[in-house]
Every structure is written in C-alpha cells, then in structure tokens.
C-alpha cells in the first residue's frame, strides 16, 4: 500500500483523528491527533491489508515552538510496508494517548519519552521514569532544561 | 616417656595451637573500623528490604541426618574389616544382622520418599494476551 | 617467586619485617571487586582474558565487596549508579583501594561538558588511588595502574594511621 492509499484509508475511517500529513518527504508521515491514538493504531495493527505489527521506534521530540510531540515509526512484516505517524501535544497540556496495549515494545518507549520530555501517557500501565533518577529535577531533553547544581549532594556540572 | 595416646594429645593440642595462632595473629594485625554503613546487608548496592537471614529448605537438613547415621555404620565396618580373617563365620554373621537391621532403616526411608531432592517448583512464563495475526501461525506457549 | 629465591643462597634464614610481609601478602592478592560499568568494561575484561591476564597478579574478581580489597571503577558513571557505588564502598572491608579506569569515571570523560545524568568524576564520591587514563585505556595501561597500586601498598605501614 503506498502512503497515500494509507492516508486516504485512515481519513475515510477516522476523519478528525488524522490531521496534516506530508507525503513527499522522504519518510512520508501522517499527524494524528493525540487522545485517539489508541483507536487509529489499533486500526493499523489489526486491519488485513495494513497489519502494522512491528513499531521499530517512538520517539518524543520536542519542537522548539511550545509543542510536544512523539513520532511513531510503524513497519508490517506481512505487507513489507512502512509508515510514520506524528502526534502533537502542546507544552501545557503534555498528554497522548499511550498504544502500549497495541504493541508491546511501546510500554519502554513511552516511558523514556516521559522520562526525557515530560510528555504523559495515558492509559500506560506503569509510567515512571526509566532512565534518570527516580527525584531528578526535571526532563533533560527539553530545550529549556537547566542542568541542575546538586543532586542527593553531588555536584553535577563539570 | 609418653604413651600412644600421649602422642595422639600433642598431636591434637598442636592442631589446636596452629589454628588459634593464626586466628589470633590475623586479630592483632587487621584493621577493625565498623561503621553503620559497613555494617548494612548486601544488596547489589541497594537499599537492603529485610535482613539477611533466610530461611533453608529442610531438605538439607534430612541428607546430613541420614548421612551421619550411615557414617557411624561406615565407622564400625572398619575396624572388624580388619579382624575379619581371624574371627571367622561368628564375625561375619553377627555383623551381618547388624547390617540388615541398618538395612531395614535404608529401605523405609528409601520408600517413605526422604532420598529425594525437593527442587522447587518451577514457575512457567505465560504470556498475557493472545496475539491475533492474519495469516500467520499462534506462537507456541512456552 | 621473586622475592624468596635471593634468600635462600645463602642460608635457610629468611628475614623480613612484619611490614613488609604483610604488604607483599596483600599486594599479591588484591581481589577485585568486578565493577564493570560501560565500555571500559570491555577492556578490563579483555585484561582478565588470556593474552594479558590480570590473575597472574592475583587479582581475582569477586562478586561480593565482602571479599574484595580493590574496586575498579570501570566506565562512566551516572547519578543513578553513583549511590549504589558509595554503598558498596562503604561494605568493602579496610583495607580497600580504588582504581579508576578511564576517562568517564576519571573526570566525567567525553560527556564532561553536557553530560546531564553523568557524575563527572567517581572521586566526587569515592577517594581514588590510581587513575588510569584512556578512552578505554588499553589492557596494558590498566596493568600498568595495578601496578603503580601494588607500589602504593608496598609503602604502607601498620604504625602509620591510614586515611580511609
């Protein structure tokens, strides 16, 4: 199925779900809108002719205009076609919808996007930081972290 | 001069000797600086959750019991081993009741089950949901 | 056997001081509390392999700090692991030594300028003897930093107070 056949699917089925999309780039992407994640992937994952099954990365990004934002890199090993998905969230409102049920490498995933950039999943089973220290200050891949002078009394700077 | 089992006592006092010297030896020399964190359970680094003590299986327990009483068996064929020849058929029939009354034992605890090892009961992994694929086999469940 | 074989031509007298028996029994037995953090790792166990053997100097890796005298800090160093490190520091049994190895747990590395979850350092939390430079330092070098320890050892004194 080429991108455009999977966009025109997934509008047909879900309307205001899917929102922008650029399909000539060169990892052609469609937006989604970020508290019906779940519904459009499980669409994805369980749909013959799509059969998303392998989610090779999620990333979260945060893009230096106030927004949030996680990418999903979706791969089917039946129909050998690819497809990224985009979900935007805004810096006051850090919430998406987790797909963790759907696949299960995205319970990691999501929980490192938290870690990293504050973005709150919801309906993950077990969201906690899985990186950085249980009571560090703060989510370092934000482009506004300040790295912090002391943690549990060491000096952290150089 | 000193009788056989006066020289089996210097044997046993030197034993004693070696080993409190050098225990002692190692006391005076070493360094002793406890302190609470020193003191804390080992735990890979963590926190420790409860204390050290656990409790053993009572499996271990019932192999040194039955390994002792057969010892002390193994302990008293020795010795009429080597007297065996001289002491003729008397010798070899009164042990071998001695035996069979020891071999009466074995049998009940052979049969009651106490020779085995209790191994834990393995845990198996199931997975938690089914996965659902078009065209494609159900992974085997392990 | 170095040290023995001069003595004997002579007579069937060996003198030595207590000091110096002591420390040539602790310096050639310095086991190894295996800490294994990163790369460097790789390197220190390429130092325990055959070609360059770190057990020939008896330093023998054990899993528990109990048993050990030196610790070698192998690899970069995050907050997170740091609280374990001064634990089992704190379990080993004096006396105890420590070898940093590499740039990450010498001085916080490569990621010393924007590290943000990196202890610059593991001597901001532990005291360090020896340093061993390099990223990773080569099974020579680490040999090289056991080595210069077992000097340190080799100078000790039971008259003399001890910091650690």
Not at chain 1, 54 to 62: E, F, K, M, P, Q
Not at chain 2, 86 to 98: K, R
Not at chain 3, 78 to 88: E, G, N, S, V
């Amino acid at each position: 199925m080429t991108p455009q056949e999977i966009h025109d699917n997934l509008k047909a089925k879900f309307g205001t779900a899917v929102a922008d999309a650029k399909l000539d780039a060169l990892q052609p992407w469609i937006g989604l809108a970020p508290d019906r994640t779940l519904e459009v992937c499980r669409f994805l994952h369980d749909e013959a002719g799509f059969e998303f099954d392998y989610l090779s990365c999620l990333s979260g990004v945060d893009y230096n205009d106030g927004k949030l934002g996680v990418v999903y890199h979706l791969f089917s090993m039946n129909q050998k076609h690819k497809i990224v998905l985009k979900a935007l969230c805004t810096r006051e409102q850090p919430h998406i919808q987790s797909v963790s049920q759907v696949w299960g490498t995205a319970n990691w995933h999501e929980r490192e996007a938290f870690d990293m950039f504050g973005i709150v999943f919801d309906g993950h089973p077990d969201l906690r930081r899985i990186l950085c220290g249980d009571d560090y200050p703060g989510h370092p891949l934000r482009k506004d972290f300040k790295v912090p002078e002391f943690y549990n009394g060491m000096k952290v700077p150089y | 001069m000193l009788t056989e089992f006066g020289k089996v006592l210097i044997f046993f006092i030197l034993g004693a000797v070696f080993v409190a010297g050098g225990l002692i030896v190692s006391w005076l020399l070493r360094p002793h600086k406890p302190y609470p964190a020193k003191l804390t359970s080992y735990e890979c680094g963590e926190e420790p959750i409860g204390h050290a003590w656990v409790r053993f299986n009572v499996r271990f327990y019932v192999l040194a019991l039955v390994f002792l009483i057969f010892e002390v068996e193994i302990i008293f064929l020795f010795p009429w081993a080597l007297v065996y020849r001289e002491l003729g058929l008397f010798a070899f029939l009164e042990m071998a009741v001695f035996l069979l009354i020891l071999w009466v034992g074995y049998a009940y605890v052979w049969v009651k089950g106490d020779l085995n090892w209790d191994k834990p009961e393995p845990k198996v992994p199931t997975l938690s949901r089914q996965f659902q694929q078009t065209g494609r086999p159900e992974p085997a469940r392990i | 056997m170095g040290i023995l074989n001069y003595k004997f031509e002579k007579s069937n007298i060996v003198i030595a001081s207590l000091d110096g028996l002591l420390n040539w029994a602790r310096l050639s037995s310095l086991y190894q509390m295996q800490f294994g953090l990163a790369c460097c790792a790789i390197e220190m166990m390429a130092a325990s392999a055959s070609n360059f053997d770190i057990m020939r100097f008896g330093v023998i890796p054990r899993a528990t700090p109990r048993q050990c005298d030196v610790m070698i800090v192998s690899g970069t160093v995050t907050l997170k692991m740091a609280t374990r490190i001064k634990r089992l520091f704190d379990q080993m049994p004096e006396p105890r030594y420590v070898i940093s190895m590499g740039s990450c747990s010498n001085c916080g590395g490569p990621y010393w300028e924007h590290g943000y979850h990196v202890l610059k350092g593991v001597d901001r939390v532990i005291p360090v003897d020896v340093y061993v430079p390099g990223c990773p330092p080569r099974p020579e070098a680490l040999l090289e930093g056991l080595i210069k320890l077992q000097e340190k050892v080799r100078q000790e004194s039971l008259a003399k107070k001890t910091v650690r």
